[in-house]
């Protein structure tokens, strides 16, 4: 038996982190969106056979147990005692190491194909909570669609669709360690910001709201060590991005556009001084 998932990329239209839980483990308030960039996984099984591999496009990722997605399949084969083994092939479009939830969203799309493959009749909901064993992003990740996610990335409230627009995903030859950026925050001192604008623009389908009220308080600590985000940034807001900002921990930025002539101005400013740009839609 087969199934082929697609795991479309993240945006943090929002991020917030207001203090760290006593495991270590960060107090998130986001604003999450997928869009139509996506990797695609392959999954075949077989009954009997327990192993579990991994295969990627890509020399950049393991292929071993510190694959989120090897992971996944390993937690249900484990949690569920199931007698079978999973063969995982990814074809990978999402920038590796990019703050887009690319390995992420791999693992979710194993959670959803293997609870049908292997019959296992899990809720959306329980697959959430399971995925927050694998990675913060993964529990949005089984959704993929525009939420206000809290608590450790566990909570999970959808939102209404997105009203229409274009964004330019724009990643800069450099490669950021999310637990090094993790390290380097210092709640007390950084810049908090307020997530109301954003889910009132998001309900009253008001795009200029939505753009006035995007924010991601890492920005500044991830920008500071690496100054060419910020400097992408300012690029994009300088050729005609209605906003823009850095997604996750980084390094990617990404303008938002309401129209696609203006979206396609920007990709073509971006082009020669950054090497991976992409014009996607948000899904829903």
């Given at each position: ?35 139509d ?13 327990r ?17 989120l997605?090897?992971?996944?399949a ?11 083994g ?14 887009m939830?690319?390995?992420?969203s ?10 049908n ?10 697959l959430?909570?399971l ?18 996610v ?59 709201k ?42 990617t ?10 979206a ?13 740009v ?7």
């Amino acid at each position: 038996m087969e199934t082929t998932e697609k795991a479309p990329a993240k945006l943090n239209l929002f991020l917030d982190t207001p203090y760290n839980h006593s495991d270590g483990l960060q107090e998130w308030r986001m604003v999450m969106t997928s869009v139509d960039l996506a990797d695609y996984v392959k999954i075949e099984t077989k009954p009997g056979k327990r192993a579990i591999n991994v295969h990627t496009d890509t020399g950049f990722l393991p292929n071993d147990s510190r694959n989120l997605a090897y992971q996944a399949a390993k937690l249900l084969q484990q949690e569920f005692h199931v007698q079978a083994g999973a063969k995982i092939r990814i074809k990978k479009n999402i920038p590796v190491a990019a703050g887009m939830g690319g390995g992420s969203s791999d693992a979710a799309a194993v959670l959803r194909g293997l609870n049908n493959l292997w019959n296992l009749k899990i809720s959306q909901e329980k697959l959430a909570k399971l995925g927050l064993q694998i990675d913060s992003d993964v529990p949005y990740c089984v959704y993929s669609q525009t939420a206000y996610v809290y608590g450790k990335g566990e909570k999970i409230q959808l939102l209404r669709q997105l009203p229409a627009m274009y964004i330019v995903i724009a990643k800069p030859r450099l490669s950021v360690s999310t637990p090094k950026i993790l390290r380097q925050i210092d709640h007390k001192n950084l810049d908090h910001l307020k997530i109301d604008g954003i889910l009132e623009g998001i309900r009253q389908n008001d795009f200029a709201k939505i753009c006035a009220n995007v924010g991601n308080v890492l920005e500044p600590v991830t920008g500071q060590l690496h100054p060419q985000i910020i400097q992408l940034k300012d690029r994009m807001l300088r050729y005609g991005a209605e906003a823009a900002q850095m997604s996750g921990t980084g390094p990617t930025v990404f303008g938002i556009c309401h129209k696609e002539s203006r979206a396609q101005h920007l990709v073509n400013s971006l082009k020669g001084f950054c090497p991976e740009v992409y014009l996607v839609r948000p899904l829903n």
